[in-house]
């Protein structure tokens, strides 16, 4: 399975950006799907995070401003990020194929140094940068 990351980018505070990422190799259809970021100095961190059939769950400092989407019939899921702020700024990864429980997923948020985790979900992709100034 491959995943690549596209419509990062820069933007002002309040604006909006929406990353999207692109599965091939094998369908996800039925797979959990997720958005972490990394920022300079900071740990990886879980975004959003979105099931098979479409149930989104969200970090607390996302929540209200982002939406997650997904496309099974095109193997894409979308992270619409409305009201940006400067701490938004970081690397946007999108991960697929849970290694874990959906609810032991939701309930890391945080999961350590380095995003891709594969101990998290089997696949990662490159990310694409979100910069908000």
Known sequence: VQLVESGGGSAQAGGSLRPSCTASGSSLEDSVMGWYRQAPGNECEMVSTITGDGIPTYTDSV???NTISRDNAKNTIDLRIDGLKPED???YYCAAGAALRMTAIQA???????CPSTWVFYYWGQGTQVTVS
Request: proline share 8%.
């Open 63 to 65: 929540e209200g401003r």
């Open 89 to 91: 700024t970081a690397e």
């Open 108 to 114: 890391l948020g945080v999961l350590g140094p380095s």
